[in-house]
């Protein structure tokens, strides 16, 4: 979340910022008449309350009608003190779901547009494949290898799962053991979460407008209301709130997890190719990268990010363009973020196979996070997040870039220790 101080202290500058992100000045100001009122009722209540304190230890030594008197009195200012606490409750809950409906301010570099369509391209690496042949889908790819099944998925678990077979399986612990391994090289602690997140610690991360209150209703979410649990999303809403409350010695920043774990959606899709296939499906898996920074540092890490990213798809020969996303297209909790979109020969255009974002101290605020500085005074960590290798799409965009004119696949050099093949061969 923001800070309230210094939406206090210059508003202006909020309004200007946050329109960016399409929020109206109308919430600013909405929330400090909010604000102001909350201040009131507080002032009130802790006045009614010093003066009922200090009557109570006049009253025992009172007798008639003086004493009557009193205790009439009281009686007015402990209705008036209810009256105001009650309202207060209200207001605080509304000062609340104000402030939490404000998301990360934007950096000014950042491309400001409503929606994908004014994301900048930065670069573009490798040339398309050229094929001699009618290049065919991921699906049909692995219909004829045998090693993605969604029939079987669709009648064990319904639309939007998949079944990876045989060297398809094979193909997924190798992109993971791959990845794992360059981050590992690049400082990166790997770590295996819970798949399963308390409303808590979904709040804490701040991905969405939602209070404490609501933070399992985002429609996307697999959630069991009576556990206070959902299905994560990603592996960064658990990693995020690792440090929780902690004070952290500035000689161990930057902490770089690795999270690898399965992620849970309820995706909408959109018409066409992302109903079709395992581009958008209800379960994938990836792995995460997520950071603890000082903020100082907050855009250096993020820069050594995406070149990890990069070299990732670099290694594997994909494909691919680099955008930055205007601020129509960045997460909730973003100040800046880029993409990584790989080539898909079936759909003849770029799809997005990675993230990478700054989040500043947005979620560390939530979370408590701060370190100790040189100077002994505690500051708010920054956060940032990126995706390392999320499996699905990166097998899409192998199968489809590597396809063979009889439908098999070739295996990227790089993966090849990792496989144990250079070949998926079509099913005999």
């Known amino acids: 979340m923001l800070d309230f101080k210094s939406i206090r202290h210059d508003p202006d500058f909020f309004k200007k910022a946050l329109s960016k992100k399409g929020i109206s000045a109308s919430q600013i100001e909405d929330l400090l008449a909010t604000d102001e009122r909350r201040r009131e009722l507080i002032q009130q209540t802790e006045s009614d309350k010093a003066t009922q304190n200090e009557v109570s230890k006049k009253i025992p030594n009172l007798t008639g009608a003086e004493k009557e008197a009193l205790l009439t009195q009281m009686k ?18 509304k000062f609340e779901q104000l402030l939490y409906s404000l998301p990360n301010l934007p950096f000014e570099d950042v491309p400001v547009g409503k929606d994908e369509t004014s994301n900048q391209e930065l670069e573009k690496v490798g040339t398309p494949p050229k094929f001699k042949f009618s290049p065919r ?8 290898t045998g090693t993605i099944d969604i029939e079987t998925a669709r009648q064990t678990s319904g639309a939007r799962f998949a079944v990876l077979r045989g060297k398809g399986a094979l193909l997924e612990w190798a992109l993971q ?14 770590v295996i979460p819970p798949m399963m997140i308390r409303g808590q610690t979904v709040h804490e991360a701040g991905k969405s407008a939602g209070t404490l209150a609501n933070a399992l209703d985002a429609p996307e979410k697999f959630t069991f209301p009576d556990d206070d649990l ?36 309820r995706e909408a899709g959109a018409a066409g190719k992302d109903t079709h296939g395992i581009i958008r499906v209800h379960q994938f898996e990836k792995l995460e990268m997520f950071l603890f920074s000082h903020p100082e540092k907050s855009e250096e890490e993020h820069q050594r990010m995406l070149e990890l990213q990069k070299e990732i798809w670099n290694d594997l020969k994909i494909p691919y363009r680099v955008v930055q996303n205007c601020t129509g297209d960045i997460a909730w909790s973003d100040a800046k973020m880029f993409d990584i979109e790989a080539w898909i020969p079936s759909q003849k255009k770029y799809r997005e196979v990675t993230s ?17 500085n040189s100077s002994g005074e505690k500051e708010l ?13 990166a097998i899409v965009a192998i199968y489809e870039n590597f396809q063979q004119e009889d439908g098999s696949v070739q295996i990227p050099k790089a993966l090849q220790p990792y496989c144990g093949f250079e070949v998926i061969e079509v099913k005999k």
Request: charged share 25%.
């Open 230 to 265: 959902s299905m994560i999303g990603t592996a960064e809403h658990v990693l995020c709130s690792f440090h929780r409350q902690e004070v952290l010695p500035e000689k161990r920043l930057p902490l770089r997890y690795c999270g690898w774990s399965s992620c849970f959606r």
């Open 356 to 372: 990478c974002s700054n989040c500043t101290d947005f979620q560390s605020r939530r979370t408590r996070t701060k370190f100790q």
């Open 177 to 190: 053991r791959f990845a794992l391994e360059k981050l590992q090289k690049a400082g990166f602690t790997p």
């Open 381 to 393: 960590v920054h956060t940032l997040n990126a995706t390392a290798i999320a499996i699905q799409r």
């Open 137 to 144: 889908d991921h699906v049909e790819i692995g219909s004829l």
């Open 76 to 93: 007015s200012v402990s209705e008036r003190r209810k009256e105001a606490e009650q309202e207060l409750e209200q207001v605080e809950a």
